[in-house]
């Protein structure tokens, strides 16, 4: 059976990434933990630049509650890649997020994945609706 293709035409933002050294694991590949540390940074700096997140003092914060990967083929470094954004569900106070990775300038996806994000208080640690800057910047990347 083969894998769902994801395409680069699929995504709505994209952030790109350049690999670094120990990304690399003994296999001479990127190991698979280092593809959420991807997805995480892109939903970041999404969420930072066109968003507003203030990730030191603002009262929200977003906590990464359920999170996985598929992997079709191998990176390494010294790769430049972008990682495809966009946003599955947005929900009250959660969004699950789509991503995939792609070597730059490639159609097809090397892996791709899901996480889920929580928008709570920082000082409770309990979930509030997603703050409305966030929210429109969010509902850009919604799926058709």
Sequence with gaps: MNPPQHL????????PITTRWHDNDVYGHVNNVV???????AVN?????????????GEVIGFVVS?????????????RIEVGLRVGKLGNS???????????????ACAAG????????RASNRPVSIPDPLRTALARLLRD
């Design 8 to 15: 680069r035409g699929d995504y709505a933002h994209f952030q």
């Design 35 to 41: 593809y959420y540390s991807y997805f995480d940074s």
């Design 45 to 57: 700096t999404y969420l930072i630049e066109v968003g507003g997140l203030d990730i030191h003092e």
């Design 67 to 79: 999170s996985s990967c598929d992997y079709f083929a191998s990176i390494a470094f010294p790769e």
């Design 94 to 108: 959660s969004v699950q997020y789509e991503l995939a990775i792609f070597k730059a300038g490639e159609e097809e």
């Design 114 to 121: 899901r996480f889920v994000h929580v928008f709570v208080d």
